[in-house]
């Protein structure tokens, strides 16, 4: 069909007129790839098709602008462009097209993942490897590139971060404060008997705190006790707190 006028419109669209006196709005990478404007006619086929062919263009774009911003795995596009209600075929062919252009490679994006949690986070290996699996990249994937995060990587880290989290803690006794910490740095994906060691080796001393809490309880305690039975009932209620 011949094109008698064309118009550029926003969001990569072209208004065809046809000579028919007909017009349909075509994706730019349509008229590019078909030649459109320079032989100043489309097919029946595409013009028949316009709609899917466009559809299928503009869910490119849009996964184009979405990674341009950010690195992302093949699920996290995928997700973006259903809940734009792009048809799931159209995903498909999009995320393949992407991946033919090097755009999208879960290897890659892992690895970036990794190193830059590694640099510019807290984070550790369990945690990390639980983000990747929320991402839906491969485990095989996973495993390879955490290997960069070694054991080696790990202690080194948590020698830097233990003690300055350990600095934060208040009144707490030795027991409650190993046990915070390693809460603390094992919800953040490290190995916990690694954190106990370097616990092992870091002077913390407790006494103010035993007498803190030695005062509360004896105000709470005396209330209706005394004698022994005051004094056991204190000690009793400071070892469950971990003080000795």
């Given at each position: 069909m011949k094109i008698a006028k064309f118009t550029k419109q926003k969001n990569s669209m072209?208004?065809?007129?046809?000579?028919?006196?007909?017009?349909i709005l075509a994706h730019e990478d349509l008229i590019l790839k078909k030649d459109i404007l320079l032989k100043r006619e489309i097919s029946d086929y595409d013009i028949a098709n316009i709609n899917i062919l466009n559809n299928n263009y503009n869910a490119y774009d849009l996964a184009v602008k979405y990674i341009g911003s950010k690195y992302r795995s093949c699920f996290e596009v995928y997700a973006y462009l259903k809940n734009k209600e792009i048809d799931k075929d159209v995903i498909n062919e999009v995320i393949d097209r992407l991946k033919k252009q090097s755009y999208l490679d879960d290897r890659a994006y892992a690895k970036a993942f990794v190193n830059d949690r590694m640099k510019f986070s807290n984070h550790g290996p369990g945690k990390i490897k639980k983000e990747l699996e929320e991402r839906r990249v491969d485990d095989a994937i996973i495993d390879d590139v955490l290997r960069n995060f070694s054991s080696d990587v790990e202690k080194e880290k948590l020698l830097?971060?233990?003690p300055k989290y350990v600095k934060t803690i208040k009144n707490k006794s030795r027991y409650q404060m190993v046990n915070k910490v390693c809460d603390y740095f094992g919800n953040l994906g490290y190995n916990r008997s690694c954190v106990s060691d370097i616990l092992s080796t870091i002077e913390y001393d407790d006494s103010e705190a035993r007498e803190k809490e030695y005062k509360r309880l004896y105000n709470k305690y005396s209330r209706k006790y005394s004698g022994s039975d005051l004094e056991l009932k204190i000690k009793q209620s400071m070892y469950k707190n971990g003080y000795k």
């Open positions: 072209y208004k065809l007129l046809l000579e028919n006196g007909e017009s830097k971060l233990v």
